[in-house]
């Protein structure tokens, strides 16, 4: 007998070979079935609860993925693309995982049939170049001469984004509010300069734009309705102290044998307070923020000189304010004189729902401005946020890249088309290969049609008809049950979704197809593996799933 060669820690679970990557590529189709239907504007959302009892409501792929808690480690790079698409472009995160899993699954026959990985993935890098040539092509160049063009393009970028949420009802009145906001911004285009505030109640169509930073009216000390409550050209001091009597903190030990000495330590705390707000009071603001608490006594103080004061305004507030306004957020009382104070043209609190919001509006310095959006219940309201945040990003892409295609799967077709004519001059192996990737690319009409309910044989056959006939910006018709010219249709999406989706779906098939072998430590204190591991990866397990 041949002494057994221990060459891993026992329990270690490897599975290599052919099967371990179609094992792979299974883990990866599971994935993608589970965000399949969410796509496009007939697509449907997922309730999905967390182990603690949270539900949230989502269309939003990168949304989805990140609540799916996968553990399969193949298919976490799923996850990754869809998150990696959120961060660089802001939509299109379902769309890459679908393409990823399609491309997998068309040359999952070729794998196993002993196709060396290798020659797959030099055909999808082949594929992804030939697409990234065409869409940069095809793009459409908007000129940036007249404003009015630049909006109109603007909101229909904006519009196609949101059609495929919750929203969509509202997508033409949410999208002008959405270009608004971003071309409130200057030229660099920050997110974090466009505020966005949720007020449960009331209808969609109630939630307005307000040029200029607004928040919740935070936690207000009695004497506080005394104090004016709107100003003009206003001046705003903006601090980092703490504007209260309060008990003390760590454990210092005064004694004191008389009552004089007693009521001395007790002056002196007030004199202190005292001396804190006279200096905010002489530098000439009447608009007082504070971070930490402005206590009962400074309120009264600041009300008695017709000043507004807030304390506790969160960090991100209040340095939007800081921006917005101009000033210094000061942490000492003694250097606050007018260099420091921020100005707005107009301040003021106001109601909104059952809320009251500070508003400052005319701010000189950045340009900023806050969405407070109002709607039913708080799950709505949330996913109403991701899906504007959704539509912000494409409006500022669409800024920096000024190019568009046709959405509604009419892009993939043409890519499908070019790839198939392609795949007819060469020969061999990359032949097959690349018309594997053509088909895998028909994925996104193909899904748009299934979840409109529609025939997609029936629409894919006049689709890859018209696209032969040089009808290059055909896709599919949402509402006709139809094909029709997407790019007539306005349906349109910066081109910048396009090539980073397909180049992130196409590096995560590579990357699926490029690992061979999965060696998994056993967990320290766990029993060696005994049939299974997650997703059953058990020991010699390799089996497709
Ligand atoms: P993603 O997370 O990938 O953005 P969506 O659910 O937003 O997924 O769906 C986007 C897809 O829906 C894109 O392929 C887009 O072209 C398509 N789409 C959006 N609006 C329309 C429309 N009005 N008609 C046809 N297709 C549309
Ligand atoms: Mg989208």
């Not at 909101?155 to 002008?176: G, N, P």
């Amino acid at each position: 007998m041949q002494p057994q060669i221990v060459l891993l820690k026992e329990g270690t679970d490897t599975s290599q070979g052919k099967p371990q990557l179609v094992s792979n590529i299974n883990a990866c189709q599971s994935i993608v079935d589970a965000v399949r239907t969410t796509l496009g504007p007939r697509g449907m959302d997922k309730l999905i609860v967390d182990s603690q009892g949270k539900a949230t409501i989502s269309n939003d792929g990168a949304t989805i993925m990140k609540l799916l808690e996968i553990v399969h480690p193949a298919a976490k790079t799923l996850v990754d693309i869809a998150k990696s698409q959120d961060a660089e472009v802001g939509d299109g995160t379902t769309s890459v995982v679908l393409l990823a899993g399609e491309f997998l699954k068309q040359v999952k026959p070729f794998v196993e049939e002993g196709v060396h990985p290798r020659v797959i993935i030099k055909a999808i890098r082949k594929a992804l170049q030939l697409c990234m040539e065409k869409i940069n092509e095809m793009a459409v160049q908007i000129e940036k001469q007249s404003k009015e063009e630049q909006r109109a393009l603007l909101e229909k970028c904006a519009a196609t984004a949101m059609s495929s949420k919750l929203i969509h009802q509202q997508k033409d009145f949410f999208s002008k509010i959405v270009v608004d906001a971003v071309l409130s911004l200057d030229e660099l285009l920050p997110l974090n300069m466009i505020g966005i505030k949720k007020v449960t109640g009331g209808s969609l169509e109630e939630s307005q734009l307000i040029s200029g930073v607004a928040f919740k009216k935070t936690f207000a000390y009695a004497g506080f309705e005394m104090a004016p409550k709107s100003y003009d050209k206003c001046k705003i001091a903006l601090l980092n102290i703490e504007l209260e009597l309060k008990a003390e903190r760590d454990n210092a030990e005064i004694r004191v044998d008389n009552v004089k000495e007693y009521q001395k330590v007790v002056d002196a705390e007030w004199q202190i307070l005292y001396n804190k707000l006279a200096k905010i009071h002489e530098s000439g603001a009447n608009v007082v923020l504070s971070k930490l608490p402005i206590g009962d006594v400074a309120t009264q103080y600041f009300a008695d000189r017709d000043i507004f004061c807030a304390g506790r305004v969160p960090e991100e507030d209040l340095k939007r304010t800081m921006k917005a306004c101009g000033g210094a957020v000061m942490t000492t009382a003694n250097d606050i004189n007018a260099s420091v104070l921020g100005l707005c043209e107009h301040f003021e609190e106001r109601q909104v729902g059952g809320e009251r919001f500070n508003l400052f509006q005319g701010c000189p310095n950045a340009k900023t401005s806050t969405l407070i959006l109002r709607g039913g219940a708080e799950q709505f309201l949330e996913e109403t946020e991701r899906s504007l945040h959704d539509a912000i990003m494409i409006v500022r892409r669409t800024i920096k890249h000024d190019s568009v295609v046709a959405g509604g799967g009419a892009i993939e077709m043409e890519l499908s088309k070019l790839l198939r004519d392609y795949s007819r001059t060469i020969a061999g192996k990359e032949q097959l290969l690349i018309a594997a990737i053509a088909k895998g690319l028909e994925v996104i009409p193909r899904q748009l049609c299934d979840n409109a309910g529609f025939d997609a044989t029936n629409i894919l056959n006049k689709l890859r008809q018209k696209h032969a006939q040089g009808g290059q910006w055909f896709g599919v018709d949402i509402t006709k049950e139809d094909i029709s010219d997407n790019f007539e249709q306005c349906v349109w999406e910066p081109s910048i979704i396009k090539i980073n989706a397909l180049t992130a779906a196409a590096e995560a098939a590579c990357m699926v197809l490029s690992v061979d072998e999965t060696i998994k430590s056993p967990k320290a204190g766990e029993p060696p593996m005994a049939g299974g591991g997650p997703m059953g990866m058990g020991r010699g397990m390799g089996r497709p799933m």
